[in-house]
């Protein structure tokens, strides 16, 4: 017996064209587990590789003794001790106030002070100028 139209699929076709296979994700292979452990270890020494390349050590210059002479007011003092005008420093550069040739944070300390000071300084100094030129 012929048909012109199309032949329908009998139910066992028809249900092996709906199986799709599952992908399951707890079933483990062993090519699977070896690629996420070698990932896994090269991200790890990836990182090392990146601290250890951060934290090169370098040789640097922390502290010196000595440094320019200043007065109480952070103005500069020549060879001589006499005052150059306009110039003024605090800090790390200045010299003569370590007690017993400890200078632990010692540099710091007078950036705080001796800055404030040499701040205002240069300040009346500068006002001074201003006034003296007529400006």
Same mark, same amino acid.
Not at 60 to 84: H, M, P, Q, W
Not at 102 to 129: C, D, E, H, I
């Given at each position: ?16 064209? $709906?199986?799709?296979?599952? /992908?399951? +994700? &707890?079933?483990?292979? =062993?090519?699977?587990? !070896?690629?996420?452990?070698? %990932?896994?270890l090269?991200?790890? $020494?990836?990182?090392?590789? /990146?601290? +250890? &390349?951060?934290?090169? =050590?370098?040789?640097? !210059?922390?502290?010196?003794? %000595? ?10 003092n ?8 306009g ?15 400890y200078?632990g ?31």
């Amino acid at each position: 017996m012929a048909t012109d139209g199309p032949i329908a699929p009998s139910s066992t076709t028809w249900q092996a064209d $709906l199986h799709v296979p599952m /992908l399951d +994700l &707890l079933i483990t292979t =062993p090519i699977s587990s !070896l690629a996420i452990v070698l %990932g896994k270890l090269l991200s790890a $020494l990836s990182w090392i590789l /990146l601290l +250890l &390349l951060a934290s090169i =050590p370098v040789t640097a !210059l922390v502290f010196t003794f %000595g440094g320019v002479g200043i007065t109480e007011n952070g103005e500069v003092n020549d060879t001589s001790g006499n005052v150059i005008g306009g110039l003024f420093a605090a800090g790390e550069i200045t010299g003569g106030s370590f007690f017993n040739n400890y200078p632990g944070g010692s540099g710091l300390m007078k950036g705080a002070v001796f800055g404030r000071l040499a701040g205002t300084s240069a300040a009346v100094f500068a006002k001074a100028k201003r006034a003296s030129a007529g400006c």
